[in-house]
């Protein structure tokens, strides 16, 4: 619920009603979320905040220890990860 409820700054509705969340992996309060975006081609501005959103409000959950979030399906994804689970860019 909490990865869902995150927002498309564009489209202003969440991501959970847009469908864009793939999968929710829990392991000993350790999170893996997976999503896409409307668009492979999601300005970079915009995907990394998506992300770290999702990662900031996974994190504040009690008992979750650590979130990741996988980017799927853009042609940037890894430069856009490696920035979402950076530490401190929370």
Same mark, same amino acid.
């Given at each position: 619920?909490?990865?869902? +409820? ?7 509705r969440s991501?959970?009603e847009?469908?864009?969340l793939?999968e ?6 350790q999170v893996? @979320?997976?999503?896409?975006?409307? +668009?492979p ?5 915009f995907?990394? +905040? ?5 990662r900031?409000? @996974? ?6 220890? +650590?979130c990741? @979030? @996988?980017?799927?399906?853009h042609?940037?994804r890894?430069?856009?990860?490696e ?7 929370r």
């Open positions: 619920a909490a990865a869902g +409820s995150t927002r498309d700054p564009e489209i202003r991501l959970g847009l469908g864009l793939d929710v992996q829990v392991v000993d309060g893996t @979320v997976h999503f896409h975006l409307t +668009s081609l999601c300005p970079t501005k995907a990394t +905040s998506i992300g770290q959103d999702i900031r409000r @996974v994190e504040a959950i009690p008992g979750v220890t +650590s990741e @979030v @996988v980017l799927r399906d042609f940037l890894e430069k856009i990860q920035r979402i689970n950076a530490r401190g860019s």
